[in-house]
């Protein structure tokens, strides 16, 4: 009986191993070597490439973006990544908010490692995950009129008319009602006539100091950062013996330079001023963004310990990204500020943070950052050493530099963009829920 029974079994694992190996599944020399040995620990390592974002850029004419920064470049020629201009204007503003051009040098880009890149063109529209318009809208406000009454600022109104009807005529406009369209506009006054027509696409923003909730959200939108406009600190290193200390070398405890007249939380600048005068190892100054000042600023902030960074007309400004890149530990006063890459980032690493109502205390912030100990200032010294190639804009890009990383946040947000259009197609009432 008991043979039968061994003959059943046997025959049985016979039949299974007989159909696996027909059906491809399994090696019989390892399954069979392997049985009473205990069973290798479960790689859960996906082994698919990662695909760049495929983005489809608007051939727009030059008036929309080139033509600002040279206007006698040609409406005919296509721009590729050799007739590219460079980017030649220096003046603080204009460096500032040059991140549209940024992202459009990169997609012209067609050297380096595809895999390697977080966003790359296609020519083909149907192949596009997303679609960048190359409307340069920071630039045409402060090209066209640098302030709300400039008369020149109808130019400014006319190139958004004509831009909005250019892409309410598009199919792919129409076939996600923008969603997935992304639109720069890093200037708070950019797209100002009509922001509210692209309030359902992927804007790239500096902070939603200017926005109301329906236009502008953490939900669909990117935060970038300002281009700096101070040089980067390239040398800034330890000695090996140890014979530089950059916490004693930096002489100056807290360094400011900037406007000092600054709208909504922006006012907060002069009262610091007032709580800060009359401290030695304080160098708080009143200055506009001319180069001569930039320069001066780019080896204060070098030579100081800790940068102010109170808000400015909007909760954010260059400031913050020109102290990142001095290496220069952000002391940021802004109560309704929104940072870059923040989902990676963690700027508490190597910024000190104030509220406004603790910063307006009297000596609230110097008795803070005099009794901060150095050896956590050099931790987050060198916390920020690592962190600030995520803040430079170049061409050509490099891995994981500022324009990367803001196609990669563009890339996050795709899933939800094709949730709301597949929703929107289908839904006959309004969420239920709302």
């Known amino acids: 009986m008991y043979g039968k029974t061994i003959s059943i079994i046997v025959l049985f694992v016979f039949l299974i191993a007989s159909y696996s190996i027909y059906m491809g599944t399994i090696d019989p020399t390892p399954y069979f070597s392997q049985l009473g040995k205990p069973s290798p620990p479960c790689n859960t390592t996906t082994t698919t490439t990662r695909q760049p974002l495929r983005v489809f850029m608007y051939d727009l004419p030059r008036k929309f973006n080139l033509a600002m920064m040279h206007p006698n470049i040609s409406d005919v020629e ?41 966003a790359v063109r ?28 400039d008369p020149d600022t109808e130019l400014d109104r006319l190139l958004q008319v004509e831009l909005i009807e250019y892409l309410e005529n598009s199919k792919y406009w129409q076939r996600s009602g923008g969603r997935d369209h992304v639109i720069p506009m890093t200037h708070p006054n950019a797209f100002r006539f009509l922001r509210q027509r692209v309030n359902a696409s992927i804007l790239i923003l500096v902070d939603f100091g200017r926005y109301p909730k329906e236009i502008a959200n953490l939900d669909k939108d990117v935060v970038s950062p300002y281009v700096h406009v101070v040089e980067s600190f390239a040398d800034d290193v330890v000695v090996d013996d140890g014979a530089l200390d950059p916490f004693e070398a930096r002489s100056t405890l807290l360094y400011f330079r900037g406007n000092t007249v600054r709208k909504a939380d922006g006012k907060i600048r002069v009262r610091l001023e007032k709580l800060l005068a009359g401290n030695s190892d304080v160098h708080y100054v009143k200055s506009i963004p001319t180069t001569q000042n930039i320069k001066v600023s780019t080896e204060g902030m070098r030579s100081s310990k800790f940068c102010l960074h109170p808000a400015g007309d909007t909760p954010s400004s260059c400031r913050l990204f020109d102290a990142i890149v001095s290496h220069c530990i952000p002391v940021i006063i802004s109560d309704k500020i929104e940072l870059p890459f923040e989902d990676e980032i963690d700027y508490s690493e190597f910024s000190v943070f104030f509220s406004a109502n603790e910063a307006l205390e009297p000596d609230f912030i110097l008795s803070n950052l005099r009794q901060f100990p150095k050896e956590k200032w050099l931790k987050m010294w060198e916390r920020l050493k690592n962190v600030s190639h995520h803040f430079e804009f170049q061409y050509p890009p490099k891995r994981e530099d500022a324009v990367n990383m803001l196609w990669r946040q563009v890339k996050h947000k795709i899933p939800d963009v094709k949730l709301a259009v597949h929703r929107h197609r289908r839904l006959k009432v309004p969420d239920w829920w709302l």
């Open 122 to 149: 296609v020519l083909d529209p149907e192949l596009a995950d997303a679609f960048y318009v190359p409307f340069f809208s920071s630039l045409s406000f402060n090209t066209h009129g640098k302030n709300m009454t």
């Open 78 to 118: 296509p721009i590729t990544a050799e007739n590219l201009p460079s980017w030649h204007q220096t003046s603080g503003v204009g460096r500032q908010h040059s991140v549209e051009y940024w992202l459009m040098a990169s997609l012209l880009h067609n050297g380096g490692d595809e895999e390697e890149k977080e």
